[in-house]
């Protein structure tokens, strides 16, 4: 059973667009959720993190929601660029455990 | 800044060979990782490691092996590689605790393996 899904498996926007990516999880210890993100042929980065002792992390156009009753969080890239197309990662751990990844979003930004 | 280097970039095996992926990092982090990803189903944990001579197995350990006699080397050994197998493997590590960041993982550049 997958710990962590990631809705949808690919998304397609228009420049300028927000595009919305979607998180759930299973386990109620998790208690840190970083989002990395992957460009084509290079390997994973961090991309931006939340805790749950807050329900909102910022950080210029790239936003996460966070609902811990529901155990679903969502990226949110505002004014979306041709530059953002990539494949997002949600990931999920306890606060020293070891990162279980979802199976990702691929994002095609088109001009 | 560290790096992370994993060799060989790209690893070409037949049915049933042992292969030795190997990776360096020179963060001086204690914990490290071997990651397989493949396509649409994300990266999965097959090893990892706390510190030297550590090693812990994660959901995909099942035909693998691996070793770590020093802090900066971890190695990745696939026990007998299966027909037709493609994917790509990712070493990683991460801040020790209490350090700044100690939950993001740096990663390789990946080894790509392709089995004949």
């Known amino acids: 059973q997958q710990q962590v899904r990631q809705s949808p498996q690919s998304l397609t926007v228009w420049e300028g667009e927000t595009a919305i990516l979607n998180c759930s999880y299973e386990d109620s210890t998790f208690d840190y959720f970083p989002w990395y993100w992957q460009f084509p042929r290079e390997s994973p980065a961090l991309l931006i993190a939340?805790?749950?002792?807050?329900n909102k992390k910022e950080d210029g156009r790239f936003t996460i929601f966070f609902n811990k009753r529901e155990k679903k969080l969502s990226l949110h890239i505002t004014d979306s660029q041709p530059g953002d197309s990539a494949t997002y990662f949600c990931a999920a751990s306890e606060v020293v455990g070891q990162l279980t990844f979802g199976r990702g979003t691929r994002l095609q930004v088109y001009a | 800044g560290g790096i992370i280097t994993q060799t060989p970039k790209f690893l070409i095996g037949q049915e049933g060979q042992k292969l030795t992926l190997k990776c360096q990092q020179n963060f001086n982090h204690d914990t490290m990782y071997w990651y397989r990803q493949d396509s649409g189903k994300g990266l999965r944990l097959i090893y990892y490691s706390i510190t030297e001579n550590d090693l812990q197995k994660g959901d995909l350990s099942e035909g693998y092996d691996a070793s770590r006699e020093k802090k900066s080397s971890f190695s990745l050994t696939v026990t007998s590689a299966q027909k037709n197998e493609m994917a790509v493997f990712l070493c990683?590590?991460?801040?020790?605790?209490?350090?700044?960041?100690?939950?993001?993982?740096?990663f390789g550049a990946g080894t790509r393996l392709s089995v004949l």
């Open positions: 939340i805790r749950p002792v807050s």
């Open positions: 990683a590590s991460r801040p020790d605790w209490g350090a700044r960041g100690q939950n993001t993982l740096y």
